[in-house]
């Protein structure tokens, strides 16, 4: 006669409770060994996305690639990954990497497109959404981080792409801020970074407060825009003590001038406005410090 198993010995009841413990332990030793493995938990896209070099240390929030996912639809392309929000007409994030073999010379596109790989039942916004309403098109990957071919640049005139951005902050503050990203790309380093727009109400060039645009779709106007960046030397494998990450948070508006570095925060202060977890697959015990910075600007 067989022996009975320990399971056999259980009332049904008692079974259910053992089989939760089961999968409770085993949560718990994949935690472990995801963060031996030097994989610590984020947010999560599918793997391909997850491989794509534009997020090689994690997505800030999660998106998905299903329709239902209306408000953090994942768009993951070799130029860029997104989060795009149908509500607010609006990326919540995107997040790219810049290196020098990324800058080149094609000629910059001028013809904004609506982005054909939206699900049909989204609306696609369209260039003339913005039409006569004092706010820039502006970009969140900026043109000529992707000016090495003419393919890859008229990927980033998709609207999905593109904030309702108003005049002075485009032209000036964040205009320079993504040239001096490029400059150090340029010197041997490549660059991680996430930006996004946050909040409702930003001010245009009529210098009139204004929460949306478009007619038939509005589209929020953002409050501010944000922009967090980690510098490494070309080829380094992970961030370390010393590696320079910081971050800028800009009103949306008209009173923004050329100085960008007086708009530099501690990246921690993004996450808190935001709700988001910048660069989720470097271990807290490396990045957490290194958010608390407002003196590592390269």
């Given at each position: 006669m067989a022996?009975?198993?320990?399971?056999?010995?259980?009332?049904?009841?008692?079974?259910?409770?053992?089989?939760?413990?089961?999968?409770?332990?085993?949560?718990?030793?994949?935690?472990?060994?995801?963060?031996?493995?030097?994989?610590?938990?984020?947010?999560?896209?599918?793997?391909?996305?997850?491989?794509?070099?534009?997020?090689?240390?994690?997505?800030?929030?999660?998106?998905?690639?299903?329709?239902?996912?209306?408000?953090?639809?994942?768009?993951?392309?070799?130029?860029?990954?997104?989060?795009?929000?149908?509500?607010?007409?609006?990326?919540?994030?995107?997040?790219?990497?810049?290196?020098?073999?990324?800058?080149?010379?094609?000629?910059?596109?001028?013809?904004?497109?609506?982005?054909?790989?939206?699900?049909?039942d989204f609306?696609?916004?369209?260039?003339?959404?913005?039409?006569?309403?004092?706010?820039?098109?502006?970009?969140?990957?900026?043109?000529?981080?992707?000016?090495?071919?003419?393919?890859?640049?008229?990927?980033?005139?998709?609207m999905t792409n593109i904030i309702p951005q108003a005049p002075n902050n485009n032209q000036k503050g964040w205009r320079l801020l993504e040239e001096h990203c490029r400059s150090l790309a340029k010197k041997n380093s490549e660059l991680y970074i996430a930006c996004g727009p946050h909040g409702r109400g930003g001010f245009g060039k009529d210098e009139v407060k204004h929460f949306t645009i478009g007619k038939s779709h509005p589209i929020t106007v953002p409050e501010?825009?944000?922009?967090?960046?980690?510098?490494?030397?070309?080829?380094?494998?992970?961030?370390?003590?010393?590696?320079?990450v910081f971050a800028v948070w800009m009103p949306n508006d008209q009173t923004v001038d050329s100085d960008w570095k007086k708009y530099v925060v501690p990246v921690s202060t993004v996450e808190q406005r935001t709700g988001y977890k910048f660069f989720p697959f470097v271990h807290d015990d490396v990045a957490g410090p290194l958010k608390t910075h407002t003196d590592r600007v390269p």
């Open positions: 022996s009975k198993s320990f399971l056999d010995e259980l009332t049904p009841t008692q079974r259910v409770i053992a089989g939760v413990v089961i999968l409770v332990i085993a949560g718990v030793v994949a935690l472990v060994r995801s963060r031996q493995e030097g994989h610590p938990p984020g947010p999560q896209g599918d793997q391909q996305t997850l491989e794509n070099r534009n997020v090689r240390f994690g997505m800030p929030a999660e998106a998905k690639h299903d329709p239902a996912n209306r408000e953090a639809y994942l768009i993951d392309r070799p130029q860029y990954v997104l989060s795009y929000n149908d509500a607010t007409k609006n990326p919540n994030w995107v997040c790219w990497n810049l290196t020098a073999s990324d800058i080149g010379t094609a000629e910059r596109d001028t013809s904004f497109e609506p982005d054909p790989d939206l699900p049909k609306y696609h916004v369209k260039p003339s959404d913005y039409t006569a309403s004092g706010f820039d098109r502006g970009h969140m990957c900026a043109s000529k981080d992707r000016s090495n071919s003419k393919e890859d640049n008229n990927i980033l005139f998709y501010s825009v944000w922009k967090v960046v980690m510098v490494l030397p070309n080829k380094t494998a992970a961030p370390s003590a010393d590696t320079p």
